[in-house]
């Protein structure tokens, strides 16, 4: 009788535990779902932040040039270097800026008759007024002076070569540059001759006073 008991309660059991085994499946399915969903939502949050990193790196890089350019803006106004403009307006002056130095062109037209190498009367107003610019926005700073020619050949002003009357009009502007207060220690010269010219012979024709830190 306890064994007919048993066999009657068996199938049951095995019902209950296939029943078991089923409700296991469905949560281990359910679980690996949700598992799978997020491991979906931090990848995408990953996406997002490494964007968003990105983006933060971005905007610091161009912070960081825009500050180096609002320094260089107040070093230079502390210097005067980016304020060309005061050569403004003095005859046969031009003004051109290349990172620290201020390159001062005066036209050698303005400056000195053909072949010669003394200053005109009339050019030493105007490298008055380029002398008082350095004195009060350059005080201390280098200067050099630079003689460029045309490539004509030298034939009757009696320099042996365009390099000679380049040098030697670059030093008569050093000259007049420090008999107005130019410390001719802080003055070089130097002499290109027709190696720079510009295009045309009257715009080679020229002296360059480059102003330096």
């Known amino acids: 009788m306890r064994m007919k008991h048993l066999l009657a309660v068996g199938p049951f059991a095995l019902i209950a535990?296939?029943?078991?085994?089923?409700?296991?499946?469905?949560?281990?399915?359910?679980?690996?779902k949700e598992n799978s969903e997020l491991r979906d939502q931090l990848s995408q949050r990953d996406q997002a932040l490494e964007a968003a990193n990105s983006d933060l790196r971005e905007a610091n890089r161009m912070m960081r040039e825009?500050?180096?350019?609002f320094?260089?803006?107040?070093?230079?106004?502390?210097?005067?270097?980016?304020?060309?403009?005061?050569?403004?307006g003095i005859e046969g002056v031009t003004t051109s800026v290349s990172g620290r130095e201020v390159t001062v062109t005066v036209a050698s037209d303005v400056l000195f008759d053909s072949g010669r190498t003394s200053l005109k009367s009339n050019a030493k107003n105007?490298?008055?007024?380029?002398?008082?610019?350095?004195?009060?926005?350059?005080?201390?700073?280098?200067?050099?002076?630079?003689?460029?020619?045309?490539?004509?050949?030298?034939?009757?002003?009696?320099?042996?070569?365009n390099y000679h009357l380049?040098?030697?009009?670059?030093?008569a502007v050093r000259e007049y540059l420090i008999s107005r207060g130019i410390d001719p220690s802080n003055i070089s010269i130097t002499s290109y001759g027709p190696?720079?010219?510009?295009?045309?012979?009257?715009?080679s024709r020229r002296v360059e006073i480059v102003v330096a830190e």
Do not use: W
Request: hydrophobic share 30%; net charge negative; with cysteine.
């Open 66 to 69: 825009q500050e180096i350019m």
């Open 195 to 203: 190696d720079q010219s510009l295009g045309s012979k009257s715009k």
């Open 71 to 88: 320094d260089q803006e107040l070093t230079n106004l502390a210097g005067g270097v980016s304020s060309p403009n005061a050569f403004e």
């Open 126 to 161: 105007s490298l008055n007024q380029v002398a008082s610019v350095i004195n009060s926005r350059y005080p201390g700073r280098s200067v050099q002076v630079i003689g460029h020619t045309d490539s004509d050949p030298i034939r009757r002003s009696g320099h042996k070569s």
């Open 166 to 171: 380049g040098f030697e009009r670059g030093f």
């Open 17 to 32: 535990v296939l029943a078991g085994c089923d409700s296991t499946t469905d949560k281990m399915s359910l679980l690996e």
